[in-house]
């Protein structure tokens, strides 16, 4: 029995140990970094031929309200980019990994040795997240930066939202 307590309070210390050299999630990719005005980002993209930005022609407005879309297709490592905006400031970075030049078990590695063990891991998604980023690893080979603040919010409009059509749905079954 003390064997097995051992063998425990020694995964503890090491686990604590991993996660104490941890470093704090990234707020986007390179220079490219979450709350970005358009403006910002669009020159950050220029800068960086990774990215394949080639202007204006790049960028569309979404539906609803102050909502941009930066979509590049990238080169080498990077193969598609989409930079999501809301209220002028980026809150969503997404970018499709070239499978042909990067795998899967690389990515994922690297991420925990680097900022831990994820704290949502599922056979599709691993997510590592704070107060300020969600960063998920996505396959087939997708990684995403968040503003966790505007998701929050977001998640919460929408449930409002759902809410509300539950709320008519029932009336009209009710007149029935």
Known sequence: MKKFWLTVLLCTCTVSALFADAAPLPRGYTTVQLGMTVEETKSA?????????????????L??????LIETRGFNILK????????EAL??????????????????S????????????????CTWRNEEVIMTLEKP????????????????ESATESASVEVVRQMFLDTL
């Not at 394949?52 to 407005?61: A, H, K, M, N």
């Not at 598609?80 to 209220?87: K, L, P, S, V």
């Open 110 to 125: 690297t991420l925990c040795e680097k900022y831990g063990n994820p704290q949502e891991l599922n056979p599709s998604t």
């Open 141 to 156: 080979l997708t990684i995403k930066y968040m503003d966790a603040e505007k998701a929050a919010r977001m998640a919460e």
């Open 80 to 87: 598609e980019c989409w930079f999501q905006f809301q209220d």
């Open 63 to 68: 539906p609803g309200e102050n909502r941009t």
């Open 45 to 61: 993209l220029l800068k960086n031929g990774d990215f394949g930005y080639r202007g204006d022609r790049d960028v569309s407005l």
């Open 91 to 108: 809150f969503t970075i997404t970018i499709n990994v070239n499978p042909e030049v990067m795998d899967y078990y690389s990515i994922f």
